[in-house]
């Protein structure tokens, strides 16, 4: 882990060289890929230590998660982006509410970098987890019944995706709140999707978010995720997007 800090890592990355001293450049500049792949998408830090949702999720599923698949698709997001210089002037959320314009492979990239930068945000250590805030508990209790029958429709969702995808708590533009569910890197905010809305949470269960702890058992995974939800980024998600919903 320390070895991120140092200076040469964002090169051994494939970062942008530009983002070092000069002097630091041209002595890594032998490390340097030949032609840099662009950067404009960055892979984001962890909000916390790789360990600390243990035993929820297991540090070796996060540095994985986060450092090669989610890696991943930031570098393939940003390959596309040489491939349409159209989508260069927009934003992440603009790509995706149009991205039925595209192929698959931005699709699939700009849909796993949001969500996995999303799920981190929206994933804290048990301790720091909170609760929903007053409205969006009253949110949930009036379009669910209760927080106990919230988790048990997400559980359901998640039981019933086949293979790779997710499960989301969203805000539709009506304000009410639904549990859907995307496959792929499908997420509620693409023009593709069959319900459309504002992620407040949500769940991976591709087998890469839960397979080195819990083997086939996705649904002990999601059972235990809902322990390391951050209720204080979910209810600030939700009070962006109802309080944008009245302007
Ligand atoms: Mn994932």
């Known amino acids: 882990m320390a070895i991120r800090k140092t200076a040469i890592v964002p090169v051994l990355l494939g ?19 030949a032609a840099a792949a662009g950067t404009r998408f960055e892979l984001p830090r962890l ?6 949702l243990e035993p929820a999720i297991d540090a070796e599923t996060m540095e994985i998660h986060h450092g090669r698949h989610h890696r991943a ?3 393939g997001l940003n390959a596309q982006l040489e491939k349409h ?31 996995h930068a999303f799920f981190w945000q929206n994933l804290a250590p048990a301790r720091d987890a909170g609760a929903p805030s007053g409205k969006l508990a009253a949110a949930i209790e009036r379009d669910f019944g209760s927080l106990e029958d919230l988790r048990k429709a997400i559980e359901a969702a ?20 639904a549990v859907t ?7 509620p905010l693409m023009d593709v999707v069959a319900e459309r809305g504002t ?4 769940v991976d269960v591709w087998e890469h978010a839960y397979y080195l702890r819990y083997r086939n058992r996705r649904g002990e995974y999601v059972s235990n995720w809902w322990k390391v939800v951050n209720w204080n980024d979910a209810s600030r998600r939700y009070a962006e997007a109802t309080a944008a919903q009245q302007h």
């Not at 970062?15 to 890929?33: G, K, Q």
């Not at 909000?47 to 600390?52: G, I, L, N, S």
């Not at 569910?181 to 997420?187: E, G, K, V």
């Open 15 to 33: 970062y942008a060289v530009s983002l070092l001293p000069a002097s630091a450049a041209a002595a890594s500049a032998v490390a340097a890929p």
């Open 47 to 52: 909000p916390w230590p790789a360990d600390a």
């Open 73 to 75: 698709q930031v570098d």
């Open 85 to 115: 210089p159209e989508l260069a002037s927009l934003s992440l959320e603009q790509i995706l509410q149009r991205v039925s314009r595209y192929p698959d492979a931005v699709r699939n990239n700009a849909g796993g970098h949001w969500n």
């Open 158 to 177: 998640a039981g019933a995706r086949f293979g790779s995808g997710w499960v989301w708590l969203i805000v539709r533009d009506d304000g009410s709140l």
């Open 181 to 187: 569910s995307t496959a792929n890197q499908d997420n």
């Open 199 to 202: 992620p407040v949470i949500g």
